[in-house]
């Protein structure tokens, strides 16, 4: 599912992060340079030892009072018993770097005696412009069976060679990849030992905003660190939206990667995973993967070795007051379809490009980040019932969900027949010709040869073609001019631009 114009709840205009790969330590595996138009990636780390008898859960977050009419959380509980079952994950894996053909060559003139021995010799590697150069991360995971089953991000394990688990009480062990999900972040690790601590597993849908929690980990190698905060937000939909995130304002650093997120209960709720960042480093915001999302993922690791994903087959936009405006919305929410896949699941459900989808199985959809992060949970072949805003009333369409690794072709666009050129929206509007209908698979359709006025101003270019306005094929100039006329505040353009299909608001009042 793509999410082309406003795609998730958080714009890339309004935040502005980082890519640093998490839990990188001195050149993790995966680690990338802070790019400033970029999603943060952060992490967590820690250890583990044997669990005393257990607390009763509403004692291990009891709080404390510390003044009048002041109750703060007592987290030592949930330290003292929770962490021994948070491990630090060391990964060691290799990268190929480019290398002239002169780059191992020692310093000097050509006189030095060993110029030519160097020369000569050199790794043939370097002679073809790459060589192999190690690299090593460092991150955090949570042991959720006493077997030696662990729970960690994708990014922290990603390209490893070699991962070593290091439990609280010093003892370290060779760590396999049972799997990972870089559509979700979550990987899954064994360690061959027996009668290890567990954390206790939460339900991510029961917490709530403002609530308590802490991060156990190892933030820059400094191991077994505890950071705590509250929940600042719930769905929290970034980079594709596959992950409802949480957002706290724990403090999570490079090294906290795959560490637990804890409630006052002392139950994981969360995986932490990313972090927003200017600069690398934390900066009041910070993410965690839901722990009902990671166990779905865990499960099918488990049992399959593979991860499938549930697939809509749709291209949704983000729902504003133009587009409100345009379709006769009451307020500026919901998913915008744009596209459709053909042969897909909306296809074969009757969606239709210009449909709003306001709810998945009766959970309202506010910004269309929510669409695709609802999915997450889903399973290939799940049926939902989706109520879709069409023609000016809400319509219930069931369907049923598709895998997100079977391909699919796009969509033909909706026939339009030709028009004149004109239109009170300042364009110049002709009909494709045969030649362009066949090189752009377009089987009809308005080129748009000339821009300007309101049009112009929204990002109406040149070249587009016009394929429907407020979600009704036009094949006339009278017909634009009637949808135009009916029309008070604005209208939706649906056009094709290049090999991509998105809705452009246009103001005409």
Do not use: C
């Not at 009480?169 to 870089?182: F, H, Q």
């Not at 009170?424 to 362009?436: A, F, M, N, V, W």
């Amino acid at each position: 599912m793509q999410n082309v114009v406003a795609t998730t709840a958080i714009s890339a205009k309004r935040l502005t992060l980082a890519l640093v790969a998490a839990g990188a330590i001195g050149g993790a595996v995966g680690a990338v340079a802070v790019n400033h138009n970029n999603a943060v990636a952060s992490g967590a780390v820690s250890a583990a030892a044997p669990l005393a008898a257990p607390v009763p859960p509403a004692a291990i977050g009891a709080p404390t009072q510390v003044a009048a009419g002041v109750v703060l959380p007592d987290f030592t509980q949930i330290v003292s018993r929770m962490g021994p079952a948070v491990v630090n994950i060391q990964v060691t894996g290799s990268t190929k770097t480019s290398a002239g053909p002169n780059a191992r060559l020692p310093r000097g003139n050509e006189n030095d005696p060993f110029f030519e021995f160097f020369r000569r010799f050199q790794d043939p590697r370097a002679q073809r412009g790459q060589r192999e150069v190690p690299v090593f991360g460092a991150g955090s995971g949570f042991i959720i069976s006493p077997d030696g089953v662990i729970l960690t991000n994708a990014h922290v394990v990603r390209d490893a060679s070699e991962v070593t688990v290091k439990l609280q009480d010093r003892r370290e062990y060779r760590a396999k990849v049972l799997g990972s999900d870089p559509k979700t972040d979550v990987a899954v690790l064994k360690i061959e030992a027996k009668n290890l601590p567990v954390v206790p597993i939460g339900k991510s849908t029961d917490l709530k905003v403002g609530e308590w929690v802490i991060a156990i980990g190892s933030p820059f190698g400094l191991e077994s660190s505890v950071t705590a905060g509250v929940v600042s937000a719930k769905g929290r939909s970034i980079d594709d939206g596959h992950v409802p995130f949480i957002q706290t304002d724990v403090a999570v650093n490079p090294g906290n990667s795959g560490g637990p997120l804890f409630n006052t209960r002392g139950e994981v709720i969360g995986i932490n995973s990313q972090i927003y960042s200017q600069t690398g480093g934390y900066q009041g915001l910070s993410f965690a993967i839901p722990i009902d999302v990671a166990n779905r993922i865990k499960d099918q690791i488990v049992t399959t070795g593979k991860v499938q994903h549930a697939k809509l087959g749709v291209t949704i936009q983000e729902v504003n007051q133009a587009f409100a405006d345009s379709f006769n919305l009451a307020s500026p929410e919901g998913a915008l379809v744009s596209n459709i896949e053909r042969g897909g699941a909306a296809d074969k459900a009757g969606l239709k490009s210009g449909d709003v989808i306001r709810k998945l199985n009766g959970q309202p959809i506010i910004a269309s980040g929510d669409l695709p992060a609802m999915m997450s949970t889903s399973k290939p072949g799940d049926r939902v019932v989706l109520d879709v805003w069409r023609d000016g009333k809400i319509v219930q369409i069931p369907a049923k969900l598709g895998n997100a690794s079977d391909k699919v072709a796009a969509a033909e666009p909706e026939a339009v027949d030709a028009a004149e050129p004109g239109g009170k929206l300042g364009l110049s509007l002709r009909p494709l010709e045969p030649i362009e209908k066949r090189q752009s698979g377009i089987a009809s359709g308005l080129v748009i040869e000339d821009a300007g006025g309101a049009s112009a101003s929204a990002g109406v270019q040149a070249g587009d073609v016009l394929l429907s306005i407020n979600g009704r094929p036009v094949s006339s100039v009278a017909q634009v001019r009637d949808v135009v006329g009916k029309s008070t505040k604005s209208v939706a353009l649906l056009i094709q631009r290049g090999n991509d299909r998105i809705f452009i608001p246009v103001r005409i009042g």
